[in-house]
Nanobody, 118 residues
Framework: QVQLVESGGGLVQPGGSLRLSCAAS????????MSWHRQAPGKEREVVAF???????KYVESVKGRFTFSRDNAKNTVYLQMNSLKPDDTAIYYC????????????WGQGTQVTVSS
């Protein structure tokens, strides 16, 4: 089994920064694929960014140039550095891990609230 624990959310003014962390524990495979998702009130959950085991990343257009996804494999921890935050970034942010054959083992964290408001 795998557990994911997010941290780092909070209230920040527009233009500010936050860094989210997601610590994974349990049976973590060396090859895995992690991502951050977010869900704003009244909206569906959407993917924000992906990172592979090799550190390669992809971002949705709305966060490109503002968010940076990184990982520390030795600590089984990933980070989402969020800069130039906007009110539209307000959401619950969830960490996701996929591993196994066909990446069919999927795990979610409990989520951390990010609120961007003046």
């Amino acid at each position: 089994q795998v557990q994911l624990v997010e941290s780092g959310g909070g209230l920040v003014q527009p233009g500010g920064s936050l860094r989210l962390s997601c610590a994974a524990s349990g049976n973590i495979f060396s090859i895995n694929f992690m991502s951050w998702h977010r869900q704003a009130p009244g909206k569906e959950r959407e993917v924000v960014a992906f990172i592979g085991s090799d550190g390669s990343t992809k971002y949705v257009e709305s966060v490109k140039g503002r968010f940076t996804f990184s990982r520390d494999n030795a600590k089984n921890t990933v980070y989402l550095q969020m800069n130039s935050l906007k009110p539209d970034d307000t959401a619950i942010y969830y960490c996701n891990l996929r591993q196994g054959l066909g990446l069919n083992r999927v795990y979610w964290g409990q989520g951390t609230q990010v609120t961007v408001s003046s």
